[in-house]
């Protein structure tokens, strides 16, 4: 209900909204998946009177929640509010950021300690970004870059994190702190915990005194200017055999180079070739071809001169999501894209009911068709 009212209140609150738009974090994708609401000292209308049994009984709940201090008083008023999800999908946290520069203090949490991790879809990727914040990270997710998730501050890396990151089998990870000396010790700190877990470790550099989103707001280009940051991550161990390897930091449309390709000792993985499958003989006397074939957990389909995988159709548990990994390669090439070959062709994994995201990856599957080669 709270968190549900303070969404409601965002939509109607100007001066919430620009504070968005200034930190370019206002899409409205995000400010729907995340909830993300404002506190405008108006939750007190919407429960029924302190006078009344119900009323007793909903304000005393809130008082334990510490949504309502003991004055009667909103806990997050003046804030815009951020909820956060614990294990079962429920608001576990919520975190609260003051719009008046001047009010102490700035951010605020539930009482008690924090519960849950944000954005757990971020964990779905073998490769995961850590910021320093939620603003930091929602402004890395507004960019392109999903696969990105909060600690609570530069010591705030939970047992909650800990166990979405074993759960999911998260391989490598980029430490996003800000560019100061309590970012660094932080990172230093959790990349010890990372690397003792089996995780490998790179530290995202960036300018002195600055944090993720002031990259974003000084940058005409927010996803290209984060994504340079992050293709020159530093490595901090956790590699086997004590070398580093490529991780692949991915947004909507574009793959960024990993970090360190300068050094021999790197390799890059090659994107997986299609399957080529012979196709069926067709029947003339039947009107058309199904240009579609299912093979494994893949489904291949062949228009004209290109050929497009999808994976992850066995994953779609909701009408609401569609999300899966689209290969789209130039007709022709019959060993597969290859890398060192310079083959035209695309990867990505997106949501198919984002307009957006559709939008963007034609944009570079089109270049593909064009006989544009990517670097690598």
């Known amino acids: 209900m709270v968190v549900g009212h303070y969404a409601e209140a ?40 302190s006078r009344t049994a119900d009323g007793a ?24 509010t951020f909820p956060i999800l614990d294990a079962a ?3 576990g946290e919520v975190y609260g950021r003051r719009l008046d520069p001047h009010a102490t203090p700035q951010h605020l949490y539930l009482p008690g300690p924090h519960r849950g991790v944000w954005n757990p879809a971020g964990f779905e990727a073998e490769e995961l970004i850590i910021c320093e914040s939620i603003i930091d990270a929602l402004t890395l997710w507004c960019a392109g870059f999903r696969h990105v998730t909060a600690a609570y501050g530069v010591y705030g890396w939970t047992p909650d994190h800990q166990q979405a990151l074993v759960e999911h089998g998260i391989k490598r990870t980029l430490i996003a702190f800000d560019g100061d000396d309590a970012g660094d010790r932080g990172a230093k700190a959790l990349a010890a915990e990372l690397t003792d877990a089996g995780v490998e470790v790179f530290r995202v550099e960036l300018p002195r005194g600055s944090d993720v989103n002031d990259v974003a707001v000084e940058a005409k280009n927010a996803q290209e200017a984060l994504g340079r940051y992050l293709r020159k991550a530093a490595w901090m161990g ?7 390897s490529s991780p692949r930091v991915e947004v909507e449309s574009v793959r960024v180079v990993p970090p360190g390709l300068d050094s021999p000792a790197h390799t890059v993985e090659p994107v997986e070739p299609a399957p080529v499958v012979a196709p069926d003989e067709p029947d003339e006397s039947e009107g058309s ?34 999300r899966v990994n689209l290969l789209v390669t130039v007709s022709g090439q019959a060993d597969g894209p290859s890398p060192s070959s310079g083959s035209g062709f695309h990867v990505d994994t997106l949501d198919l009911y984002s307009a957006r995201a559709r939008a963007a990856f034609v944009v570079a599957a089109r270049r593909v068709s064009c006989g544009w080669r990517r670097r690598w």
């Open 289 to 322: 071809v199904d240009p579609s074939q299912v093979v494994g957990r893949e489904l291949l389909v062949e228009f004209a001169e290109r050929r497009w995988r999808v994976r992850g159709l066995d994953k779609v548990t909701s009408f609401d999501v569609l």
């Open 89 to 91: 999908g429920q608001v």
């Open 238 to 244: 956790g590699a086997q055999n004590g070398r580093p």
């Open 10 to 49: 965002l939509a109607g609150h100007s001066d919430a909204l620009a504070f968005l738009a200034r930190r370019r974090i206002d899409d409205p994708e995000a400010i729907e998946a995340f909830r993300i609401g404002f506190g405008d000292r108006t939750l007190g209308y919407r429960i029924p009177h």
């Open 57 to 80: 009984r909903v304000r005393g709940r809130l008082r334990d929640l510490g949504v309502i201090k003991t004055s009667g008083h909103e806990h997050f008023r003046g804030c815009l």
